[in-house]
């Protein structure tokens, strides 16, 4: 936990540059001292089909899935943070937005072997 997941168009990127981003992203949650630098999950999600104000405009958004319970100022810590990771790239998008999503603790449910939550 947390879950951060970047949704951009296909083809905005090459695989080193996506790499690049997800890495980026990564060091900004674990940056902010919110979560365990072990549990922070993130992933690219290109997009084939969007718009943008109507048009075909390339954009970066993040959704930060984390647990309910933060404070709106780790919140808006986390959101800031996650945006001056991404506004530094040299993609060319129209805007990057990201907002914080709060998932239910007793709806979530995980299997995971291998580790010790």
Do not use: N
């Not at 997800?22 to 084939?48: C, K, N, Q, S, Y």
């Not at 969007?50 to 709106?72: N, P």
């Not at 808006?76 to 999503?101: F, H, P, Q, W, Y």
Request: hydrophobic residues 45%.
């Amino acid at each position: 936990m947390p879950h951060l997941i970047i949704e951009y168009p296909a083809g905005l990127a090459d695989a080193g540059q996506v790499e690049r981003m997800l890495t980026a992203v990564h060091a900004a949650a674990a940056g902010t001292g919110l979560f365990d630098e072990g549990h922070i999950r993130v992933r690219g999600w290109p997009l084939a089909h969007y718009l943008v104000g109507g048009e075909r405009k390339s954009f970066i958004h993040v959704q930060c899935r984390i647990h309910a319970g933060r404070t709106d100022a780790q919140r808006r810590m986390l959101s800031d943070t996650v945006l001056a990771a991404l506004r530094g790239r040299s993609l060319a998008v129209s805007v990057i937005t990201v907002e914080v999503v709060e998932m239910d603790r007793d709806s979530y449910a995980k299997y995971a072997p291998q580790e010790s939550e």
